[in-house]
């Protein structure tokens, strides 16, 4: 199994950047599939998931209106869409994937495979 995680950087306050993810080795399809973020000193957070399907989506509040998640199942390929994005969003993200369902989809520990992360950074 492999979740690789590219397209972190350094960006100006109200930047854009997409992050991708590629996955390998599980059924894509049959995963829930869930972006979060680790700032420095703090505890990883949720940032958006998409169920299988890629019909329902969820969003923290602090992004929501400005991230977008999306899937592409034929590419095997998770994305973030990020927009007006703010210092507050510095963090390392993790692309991570659960096989549980659209339940508890916020909850890191729930999910069973997590890719290696990939820095943004937002400068003010």
């Known amino acids: 199994v492999q979740l690789q995680a590219s397209g972190g950087g350094l960006v100006q306050d109200g930047g854009s950047l997409r992050l991708s993810c590629a996955a390998s080795?599980?059924?894509?399809?049959?995963?829930?599939m869930g972006w979060f973020r680790q700032a420095p000193g703090k505890e990883r957070e949720f940032v958006a998931g998409?169920?299988?399907?890629?019909?329902?989506?969820y969003y923290r509040d602090s992004v929501r209106g400005r991230f977008i998640i999306s899937r592409d199942s034929a590419e095997n390929a998770l994305y973030l869409e990020m927009n007006k994005l703010k210092p507050e969003d510095t963090a390392v993200y993790y692309c991570a994937a659960r096989r549980m369902g659209w339940r508890y989809v916020r909850q890191s520990r729930t999910y069973d495979y997590w890719g290696r992360g990939t820095l943004v950074t937002v400068s003010s």
């Open positions: 998409i169920d299988e399907t890629g019909a329902l989506t």
């Open positions: 080795g599980f059924t894509f399809n049959n995963y829930v």
